[in-house]
């Protein structure tokens, strides 16, 4: 059994526990009185309760208004409720609703919510980076997809934050090489970093042990500029004063050696 199936029938068994009841008898659009009952119970993060009125009215209402919003209220509900599970579901209820309905008017809700999906599982920088790639992947799509969406400002918000962390990683690799004094494989590091990623939050230790790097290889006109990119394009860095008191001591040995 897949890991999709798995959690599937998990959610299913969890729901046959018990949970809201049907509209009542007469109800002259129950339809509706299910998503606002939903509606509520996702307001009140009652993940559980939410997913079964917007489940029922998603499996009995096919024709309903309301199916649409159903399906990314179940969504929600599943990343609401913080599991990983609930993570791979919501993932799949995005999915499918981009799958049936790719012009509607919440599509960029439901691939910014797809995104998400991935980005909540990312890890740290030191263990495995598929979610983060794949979070990368799903905004990617966002931007080039929605262009005019009001959400355009928080997507690149996260797209950056996900980003940085796929950079992290590298950047982590690049250091415990130049800590184990390997300046070769941290010299290609960190300049595969930068390639990748120019702006990269905190590019300004890869600048610094970049340079740092060349020095100690003795490739002193190749540190130079990396140095002085970070006092150019960082007002406050860890890095800052080592870096002036380095860029100092260089020029002053470059002058030095063209008056031999």
Same mark, same amino acid.
């Given at each position: 059994?897949?890991?999709?199936?798995?959690?599937?029938?998990?959610?299913?068994?969890?729901?046959?526990?018990?949970?809201?009841?049907?509209?009542?008898?007469?109800?002259?659009?129950?339809?509706?009185?299910?998503?606002?009952?939903?509606?509520?119970?996702?307001?009140?993060?009652?993940?559980?309760?939410?997913?079964?009125?917007?489940?029922?009215?998603?499996?009995?209402?096919?024709?309903?208004?309301?199916?649409?919003?159903?399906?990314?209220?179940?969504?929600?509900?599943?990343?609401?409720?913080?599991?990983?599970?609930?993570?791979?579901?919501?993932?799949?209820?995005?999915?499918?609703?981009?799958?049936?309905?790719?012009?509607?008017?919440?599509?960029?809700?439901?691939?910014?919510?797809?995104?998400?999906?991935?980005?909540?599982?990312?890890?740290?920088?030191?263990?495995?980076?598929?979610? !983060?790639? @794949? =979070?990368?992947?799903? $905004? /990617?799509?966002? *931007?080039?997809?929605?262009?005019? %969406?009001?959400?355009?400002? &928080?997507?690149?918000?996260?797209?950056?934050?996900?980003?940085?962390?796929?950079?992290?990683?590298?950047?982590?690799?690049?250091?415990?090489?130049?800590?184990?004094?390997?300046?070769?494989?941290?010299?290609?590091?960190?300049?595969?970093?930068?390639?990748?990623?120019?702006?990269?939050?905190?590019?300004?230790?890869?600048?610094?042990?970049?340079?740092?790097?060349?020095?100690?290889?003795?490739? !002193?006109? @190749? =540190?130079?500029?990396? $140095? /002085?990119?970070? *006092?150019?394009?960082?007002?406050? %860095?860890?890095?800052?004063? &080592?870096?002036?008191?380095?860029?100092?001591?260089?020029?002053?040995?470059?002058?030095?050696?063209?008056?031999?």
């Amino acid at each position: 059994m897949s890991r999709l199936s798995l959690v599937l029938l998990m959610s299913v068994l969890a729901a046959c526990a018990g949970g809201p009841s049907d509209p009542p008898t007469g109800t002259p659009e129950p339809d509706k009185f299910l998503f606002e009952r939903g509606t509520a119970a996702l307001e009140e993060r009652k993940w559980l309760n939410a997913r079964e009125y917007f489940r029922r009215l998603v499996d009995t209402y096919p024709q309903s208004p309301y199916r649409a919003d159903a399906k990314l209220g179940i969504g929600d509900s599943y990343l609401g409720d913080g599991t990983t599970e609930g993570k791979i579901l919501g993932i799949n209820e995005f999915r499918e609703f981009l799958t049936f309905f790719p012009t509607h008017r919440r599509a960029d809700y439901a691939q910014y919510k797809l995104g998400m999906g991935h980005f909540l599982q990312m890890l740290a920088p030191q263990r495995d980076q598929t979610e !983060t790639r @794949e =979070a990368i992947k799903e $905004f /990617e799509t966002f *931007v080039e997809r929605y262009p005019n %969406s009001p959400l355009m400002g &928080e997507v690149r918000e996260k797209l950056r934050a996900a980003r940085d962390r796929l950079a992290s990683a590298d950047y982590e690799v690049g250091l415990f090489y130049f800590r184990s004094r390997w300046y070769p494989g941290a010299i290609d590091r960190f300049k595969v970093l930068l390639a990748r990623d120019a702006e990269y939050t905190f590019r300004d230790a890869v600048y610094f042990h970049l340079a740092e790097s060349l020095v100690r290889m003795n490739q !002193t006109a @190749e =540190a130079l500029p990396y $140095f /002085e990119r970070l *006092v150019k394009e960082f007002e406050k %860095s860890e890095f800052l004063e &080592e870096t002036q008191k380095r860029i100092t001591e260089l020029k002053a040995t470059n002058a030095k050696a063209k008056t031999l």
